[in-house]
């Protein structure tokens, strides 16, 4: 089993894979991994092969083997082909107390900087001279897996590659390793919160603070203190475009004079399947028209300058404002994307 369960690692890395799926029907598991959005069926089995495949994961992640009714989670680490990856699992059983298994892929150690693709090339160069002031928050949403992490860590190296800072990131978990960061990790069950970790980063006094997410009125209170006392603030926030994280700033207790003191930009992000001319439509994880990473690429709705101001006090913006939406729309009409996935990503 030690062997199959290498064999799937390592086919899911070579395919660039974020997630594997080992989900039970009434009389088999069928495997599914998962590419920058929806998932491929990979292939079928037994009953018994997926229970046992499931215990052995299980094994290698501390989770309890016999206890199949109550959903579990585990991490851990496995080294394939002279690279390390990080593996977070979870179960959970249907009614029929049969488990299913997702593991998602973090390619922590990887010295290699994960190429950032955009369908906008000026749009990363916005966000690149965001970078270039002294304090400030700016903020990134966007669904889990859209590529919010890859494009933060991009913009700071670039940023460090021109002027060497103290950069110190809090992240729950650390998903890219980066030694030229400080690099902390949220441990709630040690007693280490964001809330701890941002105090204890403050006397450190660094240029650039990284919030892995904003989830609670005590994290967002530190997060604005941090920005207003003179720190660069880059942080993650669950809203569904960029006008949404002001009223999920709201929510938090943030107000509206605090938004204007310290947001310098929101940008909402999705990570979009390239239209394939093989596929006729999204790029297989099978297909070698595009490499792994160039299999999709990400589409930016910039909230800053004059419109960020005017809708924090207004609740409004100007005719000129590009939107998630019309980007879409070019991405669509220039034919860079499918018309699935122009629709299925409309807001």
């Known amino acids: 089993m030690e062997e199959k369960a290498e064999k799937l690692l390592s086919s899911a890395m070579r395919m660039g894979v974020s997630d594997i799926h080992l989900l039970p029907y009434e009389d088999r598991y069928e495997l599914f991994f998962r590419v920058s959005s929806g998932l491929t ?19 290698l992640s501390n989770m309890n083997v016999g206890e199949r009714r109550k959903p579990q989670s585990g991490s851990a680490r496995y080294r394939l082909n002279g690279q390390k990856i990080e593996l977070r699992l979870s179960t959970i059983a249907n009614f029929r107390y049969q488990e299913s298994l997702v593991i998602r892929m973090l390619y922590a150690n990887s010295t290699e900087e994960k190429t950032l693709h955009n369908f906008f090339p000026s749009d990363e160069k916005k966000l690149e001279k965001m970078l270039d002031h002294k304090s400030g928050l700016i903020l990134f949403s966007g669904p889990t897996g859209s590529g919010k992490t890859t494009t933060i860590y991009h913009l700071l190296r670039k940023k460090y590659a021109s002027e060497p800072l103290q950069i110190i990131t809090m992240e729950d978990p650390v998903e890219i390793e980066e030694p030229l960061f400080l690099q902390t990790e949220i441990n709630e069950d040690g007693g280490v919160s964001y809330e701890i970790l941002i105090k204890q980063s403050l006397r450190h006094h660094p240029d650039i603070m990284v919030i892995g997410e904003i989830r609670d009125e005590e994290t967002a209170k530190m997060v ?15 809203a569904k475009e960029s006008l949404g994280v002001l009223e999920r700033l709201k929510e938090l207790g943030v107000s509206d004079e605090q938004m204007k003191q310290t947001l310098l930009a929101i940008v909402s992000q999705r990570l979009i399947p390239k239209s394939c001319p093989y596929c006729q439509g999204s790029c297989s994880i099978h297909c070698r028209h595009f490499s792994v990473n160039e299999k999709a690429a990400a589409i930016y709705e910039i909230l800053d300058g004059k419109n960020l101001q005017r809708h924090i006090q207004e609740g409004e913006v100007e005719k000129q404002f590009v939107s998630l939406n019309d980007k879409l729309r070019k991405a669509y009409a220039y034919g860079y994307i499918s018309q699935k996935n122009f629709l299925e990503n409309l807001i």
């Open 41 to 59: 069926k990979i292939s079928g089995m037994s009953i018994e092969k997926g229970e046992r495949l499931i215990s052995y994961f299980k094994f």
């Open 224 to 238: 604005v203190r941090s920005a207003l006392t003179g720190h660069l603030v880059i942080a993650t926030i669950h």
